[in-house]
């Protein structure tokens, strides 16, 4: 790997499995940022660099959560959008995602020779010459709108009791509109159009990227696929189920949404 030689401190993004390393300061957390790794003992993985414009990200896993000092505290990466900036939330995603890649290609794919790091975010086989890089899964997300109600769906993958919206993986083929428009009638029977682009974030759990999409219905009845789905209905403003957190594409979406009403009523 490519250790560029850093002067002073980075921040340092500590793992163990999905618990991320926080330090107490002021009653304030944050990321540790020190010149040299917090924590050494149990490191399970290399120590990598987490590319960004300052340069000064590095993460790193350790094998089970030793004694810590009392500054530092184990936070799940989810929950960590509670405790520390956005920024340090956004890069911590990365570095989780860097750190999982890692982990899971540590063997060529193609003919079993052990990896070998060429850059921060290449390894090459040095029996066959085989380049990996980080890899990406791609999932939808769509909004459907009828009238002055939108669609929220309850799936049993979904940790916790709250709606949202009709989500599912990009297959190989398929362009993301066809995405849109097959998952929709595969999971709630309905047909839609008007499928536009809203946004897109990265989703860390593993390794995923979301891609959102406004659409309005066109028409059918909902019939639930209930292997995937335990409930799914349309839902107008003030009659609004329990929401995704803050944190999602989907919660965004929604909001979007609702402001957009609030604007056409006044
Ligand atoms: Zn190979």
Known sequence: MTNKTTTGNNYW???HND??????????????????????????TSILNVLLENNQNKTYGISRPKKIPPQYEWIGLRAS??????????????????????????????CGAPMKQKSDITKQCPACGKELYPSISTAILVLIRKKDSILLVHAHNFKGTFNSLVAGFLETGESLEE????????????????????????????????????????????????????????????????????????????????????????
């Open 13 to 15: 993004f500590i793992f």
């Open 19 to 44: 618990q991320l390393l926080l330090e107490k300061k002021n009653g304030n957390y944050q990321i540790p940022f020190a010149s040299e790794a917090p924590i050494t003992e149990n490191i399970n």
């Open 81 to 110: 959008y509670d405790y520390i900036s956005l920024e340090s939330y956004k890069t911590a995603g990365k570095a989780f995602e860097i750190l999982h890649w890692d982990k899971n290609s540590r063997f060529c794919p193609a």
């Open 179 to 266: 995405c849109v428009a097959r998952e929709v009638i595969e999971e709630t029977g309905l047909k839609i159009k008007n499928i536009t682009y809203f946004g897109s974030q990265p989703w860390p759990y593993p390794s995923g990227l979301m891609v959102g999409f406004i659409a309005d219905y066109q028409e059918g009845e909902i019939q639930l696929q209930k292997e995937e789905l335990s409930s799914g209905a349309f839902y107008t403003r003030d009659n609004l189920p329990e929401l995704p957190r803050k944190l999602s594409l989907a919660r965004k979406m929604i909001d979007w949404w609702i402001e957009q009403t609030d604007t056409e009523i006044k």
